[in-house]
């Protein structure tokens, strides 16, 4: 299972639980599994395209992932940008 790290801002989607755990090889079947457990994270994290939305970051075994395609070994974290005035 993978690790996987929640900003406080999706956590309503885990039960208010900062850290969840998935199965998968990549990012994108890290993500898919997640939205299997917490109906409704993923499209929070990827857009229609299948792509990273551009405000959020997700480091895959802390380093910052580009692509679904990405490896996963152990641990996947989100970030995401908060703006506001």
Not at 26 to 50: F, K, S
């Amino acid at each position: 299972m993978i690790r996987v790290l929640v900003p406080t801002h999706l956590r309503s989607y885990t039960d208010g639980v900062a850290e969840v755990e998935a199965a998968g090889a990549t990012l994108g079947e890290v993500l898919a599994d997640l939205e299997t457990r917490h109906r409704g994270l993923r499209v929070r994290v990827i857009d229609e395209q299948d792509r990273i939305r551009p405000h959020v970051k997700c480091f895959v075994d802390g380093v910052q992932a580009w692509s679904l395609d990405q490896a996963v070994a152990a641990e996947v974290q989100i970030l995401a940008a908060l703006s506001g005035g």
